[in-house]
C-alpha cells in the first residue's frame, strides 16, 4: 500500500493495549452505535439508510470499537484538526467508507483535544489513519492520496481482512452525513426530516433510552396501523434492549453448552443480529424450529419474525428464511 505512515513500533505489532485509557474522564462513556449499531432494514437503491462515520470518537468509543475489529476493519483518524491535511483526510475518507456499505467502519478521534490517544499507536503526532484487524493495528495513511489510490488500498485492507477471517459486516453506526454522495460521486439531497414521534424514537434510540424508543415507535403505530417504518422500528429498539447488558463470551458459551435451551439460543441469534451474522442468526432458529415441537417451537418462530422485522421483509436472506421456516414447520 502507498504513502503509508513509517512502522508502528514494535510493541504495537500485536494486540492493542488500550489500558492506558482506563482512566478515561467522566462523559467519555461510549455512544450507544459505537458498541450495538442500529440494524435496520436494507436501505434502498441509491438511498443511504445510515453512515458508518463515527466523528468525534471518545476513549470510551475507541475501546468497543476495537472490540468491533474482530467483525470488520475499523478505520481511525488519529486527526489534528490544525493540520490541514486532517480535514481533507476527513472528506477522502468518509463517503469511500460509507460507499462500502458497513464492510468497513471509519471513527475520528481529535488528538490535539486527547493527546493521550497517540501513545497507544506509539505516535507523538497527527494525523494518521490506522486500521484495526480484530485487535492488531496497521497503518494505512498519513496524508491525501487520489480518490482511485485510495479504493485501492481499501479493497486491499478488505482482502487481507478476510485472508484472517475478518469479514462480516455491520449496519450503520450514526444518521445519515449532510454531505454524503451518491455512488456517482454527486452530492445525494438531504434526508427529509422524520415524523414527530419517529424523530423522538431516534433521539431515545440515539441516547441508549430503547424502551422511549420502542414507547415512541408504538404510539407512532397506533396513530397509523400501515407504518412500516414504526413496526420496524419496535423490533429494532427491542433487539438494542435486550442485548445491551448482555456478555457476548457468556451467551455464546450458553448457547453452545444448552442447544435445547430456547433462550439460550434467542440471545445468540440476537447477538448475531446485531453484529450483522444474519445468516446465522436465522439458520439458529429455524433449526431450532425443526426440531423442537411444543411451546419451546413458537416461542423461537415468533422472535424470529420480530428479527425478520429488524433485518427488513425486502432483504433477501429475510426471503430465504421464511422459505426455510415454513419448510421446518409443514
Known amino acids: 500500500m502507498s504513502q503509508q505512515p513509517p512502522a508502528m513500533p514494535s510493541h504495537l505489532r500485536g ?18 452505535g459505537a458498541s450495538n449499531p442500529a440494524p435496520g432494514p436494507s436501505s434502498a437503491a441509491g438511498a443511504q439508510a445510515g453512515s458508518w462515520v463515527l466523528d468525534q470518537a471518545t476513549q470510551g468509543d475507541l475501546q468497543q470499537l ?21 480535514p481533507q483526510l476527513d472528506d477522502l475518507l468518509a463517503p469511500a467508507v460509507d460507499a462500502r456499505e458497513g464492510q468497513l467502519i471509519l471513527a475520528r478521534v481529535d488528538t490535539e483535544a486527547d493527546p493521550q490517544v497517540l501513545s497507544v499507536f506509539g505516535l507523538t503526532a497527527g494525523p494518521a ?17 487520489p480518490r482511485d489510490q485510495l479504493d485501492q488500498l481499501l479493497d486491499e485492507l478488505l482482502a487481507a481482512a478476510a485472508q484472517n477471517g475478518v469479514s462480516g459486516t455491520v449496519p450503520p453506526l450514526a444518521p445519515p452525513r449532510a454531505d454524503a454522495q451518491g455512488a456517482d460521486g454527486t452530492q445525494e439531497p438531504a434526508a427529509p426530516a422524520l415524523p414527530p414521534l419517529h424523530q423522538e424514537a ?18 407512532a403505530l397506533a396513530e397509523n396501523p400501515a407504518d412500516a417504518d414504526a413496526k420496524a422500528g419496535i423490533s429494532r429498539a427491542g433487539l438494542l434492549a435486550r442485548t445491551a447488558a448482555m456478555d457476548a463470551d457468556t451467551v455464546r458459551e450458553r448457547g453452545a453448552s444448552a442447544p435445547d435451551d430456547v433462550q439460550a439460543q434467542i440471545d445468540v441469534a440476537d ?3 446485531l453484529g450483522g451474522h444474519v ?31 429488524v433485518v427488513g421483509d425486502q432483504d433477501p436472506r429475510t ?6 421456516l415454513a419448510m421446518a414447520l409443514f
Open 15 to 32: 494486540a492493542l493495549d488500550l489500558s492506558a485509557l482506563k482512566g478515561s474522564p467522566a462523559g467519555q462513556q461510549p455512544r450507544p
Open 66 to 86: 476495537v472490540q468491533l475489529s474482530s467483525r470488520v476493519p475499523v478505520l481511525i483518524h488519529l486527526a489534528a484538526p490544525s493540520n490541514p491535511a486532517s
Open 129 to 145: 489513519v490506522v486500521a484495526v484487524l480484530a485487535g492488531q493495528p496497521v497503518p494505512v495513511l498519513n496524508q491525501p492520496v
Open 202 to 219: 431516534q433521539d431515545a434510540l440515539d441516547a441508549g433510552r430503547y424502551e422511549d424508543a420502542q414507547d415512541a415507535f408504538r404510539r
Open 271 to 273: 447477538l448475531d443480529v
Open 279 to 309: 445468516e446465522d442468526a436465522f439458520h439458529r432458529l429455524v433449526r431450532f424450529v425443526a426440531g423442537h415441537p411444543g411451546t419451546d417451537r413458537n416461542t423461537a418462530r415468533e422472535h424470529l419474525v420480530d428479527l425478520y422485522s
Open 319 to 324: 426471503a430465504a428464511s421464511r422459505k426455510a
